[in-house]
């Protein structure tokens, strides 16, 4: 079955610098990537996904990039501000079901 | 803007005892899900159901689970009798097509087992 890995576990960047996070798949069947923002108790947020056909997505300080061939996607955000502290998760599907990655926390100081 | 609920929002149990999650998955969509997380872990799937019927499910949904869809909104997962290590967050989810589709979550139960 899809195993998904993901990296850093913790992140801790300053206020107005880039953040990466990334994350590999197994299973090349897979071809729906999403990534979800989590706060402490809340339920999961999409933030962006991107589908097998494109490569890179963009919204506003938050891109995606996608590499079937590696088995790798890739968040991206920028110009990072306090609010974006959260834990990130990134996940996989072939067919319905969301295998998930094991999630990074992501601490923006002011 | 609709959305995914969950009801109640908290739960504690004894060991032993069953427990009901409730979830109204948002109108429109045709598959639903339940995924649980274990505090400070990552979410992980438990079962989908479409069409009256279970299409998938983990090796943590054992035989203690069970998911039903009693009426036209409500889509319920049943846990028969609740281990200590059943305790998480325990999230529905809802997509109107099966694949490529954005999965929207409701806010969760939380289900303490002691």
């Known amino acids: 079955g899809e195993n998904v890995e993901q990296h850093p576990s913790t992140l801790s960047v300053q206020e107005g610098d880039s953040a990466v996070i990334k994350c590999t798949y197994s299973d090349s069947a897979s071809n729906y990537f999403p990534w979800y923002k989590q706060e402490l108790g809340k339920r999961p947020q999409l933030i962006i996904d991107?589908?097998?056909?494109?490569g890179e997505k963009k919204d506003q300080r938050i891109a995606v990039t996608l590499n079937k061939t590696a088995k790798h996607f890739s968040l991206h955000i920028t110009e990072t501000q306090p609010e974006d502290s959260a834990v990130y998760f990134c996940?996989?599907?072939?067919?319905?079901?969301?295998?998930f990655g094991t999630g990074t926390r992501l601490l923006v100081s002011p | 803007e609709p959305e995914v609920t969950q009801t109640p929002s908290h739960q504690v149990t004894q060991m032993g005892q069953e427990v009901i999650l409730r979830c109204v998955p948002i109108?429109?969509?045709?598959?639903f899900y339940w995924y649980r997380q274990i505090l400070g872990q990552k979410v992980e799937f438990l079962v989908s159901f479409y069409n009256n019927e279970i299409s998938e499910k983990s090796e943590i949904f054992d035989d203690q689970f069970s998911v039903e869809r009693p009426d036209g909104s409500n889509f319920t997962l049943k846990i028969r009798s609740t281990k200590l290590e059943d305790s998480a967050m325990y999230f529905c989810?809802?997509?109107?097509?099966?694949?490529?589709?954005?999965?929207?979550f409701g806010p969760g139960t939380r289900l303490l087992v002691l």
């Open positions: 991107i589908r097998s056909n494109v």
């Open positions: 109108s429109n969509h045709l598959y």
């Open positions: 996940a996989a599907s072939g067919f319905q079901k969301l295998v």
């Open positions: 989810a809802s997509t109107y097509g099966a694949n490529q589709e954005t999965q929207y």
